[in-house]
């Protein structure tokens, strides 16, 4: 079956780093979504990504879908404290299928 | 607008009992999800409905699992009888197109 594969597990940064979490299928994938887990939270939705070599931004989130549709990044710049949590990438194939496999997810942690 | 509720919020058990979760979807939602996360991984799809039909439940582990989505507004899912290893959140999501909307899970713990 589809297998979804995130690195890194955790990320550790100071206030104001960069983080990027990578995020790879075993199998050409129609879309991937990313989701946001805070401590104690439910995922909550961030962005799809349908189109190969797709790239969108929301605000100091970049998000890309690789051009083989296998592979996708979601990279933070200037880290805050508010972005504390853990990062999940979750692919679909078929086309108009709305089922999602999830990756393990990176956790960020944000020093002050 | 409201969101995913689920009920309840904790649920401790001893193994071999039985245990169920409720779950209503936003409303207009079609399509409703249960997930299983255990710590420090990532929600695993237990059983889509689409309305009060099944669209998938490969992941559901039938012998002792069940859920239904009766009148495709409210969904239960049973686990009987519970094993240790059930000890997890129980997440469920609703969706009207892609984006999935999800509730704040149920924490089962198995003793």
């Known amino acids: 079956g589809q297998q979804v594969m995130q690195i890194p597990q955790y990320q550790h940064v100071q206030e104001g780093e960069d983080f990027t979490t990578y995020c790879n299928s075993s199998?050409?994938?129609?879309?991937i979504q990313w989701y946001k887990q805070r401590p104690g939270g439910h995922p909550v939705f961030l962005i799809q990504l349908v189109k190969s070599g797709e790239v969108k931004k929301q605000k100091r989130l970049t998000f890309q879908f690789g051009e083989a549709k296998k592979n996708s990044s979601l990279h933070i710049t200037a880290t805050q404290t508010t972005d504390v949590g853990t990062y999940f990438c979750?692919?679909?194939?078929?086309?108009?299928?709305?089922?999602?496999?999830f990756g393990k997810g990176t956790k960020l942690s944000v020093i002050p | 607008e409201a969101g995913v509720a689920q009920s309840p919020r904790y649920k401790i058990i001893e193994k071999r009992q039985s245990v169920a979760f409720w779950c209503n979807p936003i409303?207009?939602?079609?399509?409703l999800y249960w997930y299983q996360q255990i710590l420090g991984q990532g929600p695993k799809l237990l059983i889509q409905?689409?309305?009060?039909?099944?669209?998938?439940d490969s992941q559901l582990p039938k012998d002792r699992f069940s859920a239904e989505r009766l009148k495709g507004v409210d969904s239960t899912l049973k686990i009987q009888p519970a094993k240790l290893e059930d000890s997890a959140v129980y997440l469920c999501?609703?969706?009207?197109?892609?984006?999935?909307?999800f509730g704040p899970g149920t924490r089962l713990t198995v003793l």
């Open positions: 979750a692919g679909s194939s078929g086309a108009g299928s709305y089922q999602l496999t």
């Open positions: 409905f689409q309305n009060n039909g099944v669209v998938d």
């Open positions: 199998t050409t994938l129609s879309n």
């Open positions: 999501a609703s969706s009207f197109y892609n984006e999935q909307f």
């Open positions: 409303s207009g939602h079609a399509t």
